[in-house]
């Protein structure tokens, strides 16, 4: 399986920016689809998932700005980031994650200017 994520760049703070991710290879909707990011100086850190049944979680710091979604027809998840701050530049990775495998997108840098 490899993912190919895409969509980053240079967003303006207060803007909005989308990624997406697809998955080519052996990938079905029971799989785990998510994004990730990890900012200047700190660790990786999870910032919303898909889970089968379009089960979808966020990590406090994007919740009720960032909105996740996947088509498991074209095995791509998106993640749609409105009302960006600073804070959110990072370099984002997608996810997808069966039982114990899992595969990771190559990662898209998103930086947030004022």
């Known amino acids: 399986v490899q993912l190919q994520a895409s969509g980053g760049g240079l967003a303006q703070a207060g803007g909005s920016a989308r990624l997406s991710c697809v998955a080519s290879?052996?990938?079905?909707?029971?799989?785990?689809l998510g994004w990730f990011r990890q900012r200047p100086g700190k660790s990786r850190e999870l910032v919303a998932t898909v889970a089968p049944g379009n089960i979808i979680s966020y990590a406090d710091s994007v919740r009720g700005r960032f909105i996740i979604s996947r088509d498991n027809a074209k095995n791509n998840v998106d993640l749609q980031m409105d009302t960006l701050s600073l804070e959110d530049t990072a370099v984002y990775y997608c996810k997808a994650r069966y039982t114990f495998y899992s595969f990771w997108g190559q990662g898209t840098l998103v930086t947030v200017s004022s």
């Open positions: 290879g052996s990938i079905h909707n029971l799989y785990t």
